[in-house]
T-cell receptor, first 114, second 115 residues
């Protein structure tokens, strides 16, 4: 069956360091992969979308890579700040549905200490 | 430019009652998705609707759950005869197109608690 895995353990890092979060998937060939941020009690907020033919995408301090051979995406936050503390979700579109049927990972919680 | 609006934010029901959750998509968005999120679990797709049409309800339980997106007014997720296991956060998202090359915009959810 199709599966998305994100590290369930919280990632603790020091302010100013680079945070790297991992998203692995099996039994998928997604055309797109998306990353969202979710704060407690709030809905997910879209961050970045990367297509299967793109290896890397950047937006300000964020960088996403997409390796369709390894079936893995890495999400990097450089020069991290305490305000970056949140849960980060990856999502893939299910194949051949004709619409945006997203499957989400369980998310990784990031804690950035001052 | 208001985002996706969900109400109520919190809803408490007793077992056997009905729960009605509302979602107003972003202006100009005609595609609505409902998700359920249980504690420590990921968002699970429930249903995808366009105006007056249910396109895919494969993630929705066959009994007691229904959804609609009328020509006028918000999308409604309705849960009849609620049970304790229905306690969860329910999120609605909208998008301007159906294709996967656009992000979904989420509301802040309705937290449903069943006593």
């Amino acid at each position: 069956s199709q599966k998305i895995e994100q590290n369930s353990e919280a990632l603790n890092i020091q302010e100013g360091k680079t945070a790297t979060l991992t998203c692995n998937y099996t039994n998928y060939s997604p055309a797109y992969l998306q990353w969202y941020r979710q704060d407690p009690g709030r809905g997910p907020v879209f961050l970045l979308l990367i297509r299967e033919n793109e290896k890397e995408k950047r937006k300000e301090r964020l960088k996403v890579t997409f390796d369709t051979t390894l079936k893995q995406s890495l999400f990097h936050i450089t020069a991290s700040q305490p305000a970056d503390s949140a849960t980060y979700l990856c999502a893939l579109d299910m194949e051949n549905t004709g619409f945006q049927k997203l499957v989400f990972g369980t998310g990784t919680r990031l804690l950035v200490s001052p | 430019n208001a985002g996706v609006m969900q109400n109520p934010r919190h809803l408490v029901r007793r077992r056997g009652q009905e729960a009605r959750l509302r979602c107003s998509p972003m202006k100009g968005h005609s595609h609505v998705y409902w998700y359920r999120q249980l504690p420590e679990e990921g968002l699970k797709f429930m249903v995808y609707l366009q105006k007056e049409n249910i396109i895919d309800e494969s993630g929705m339980p066959k009994e007691r759950f229904s959804a609609e997106f009328p020509k006028e007014g918000p999308s409604i997720l309705r849960i009849q005869q609620v049970v304790r296991g229905d306690s969860a956060a329910y999120f609605c998202a909208s998008s301007p197109v159906k294709e996967s090359n656009q992000p979904q915009h989420f509301g802040d959810g309705t937290r449903l608690s069943i006593l």
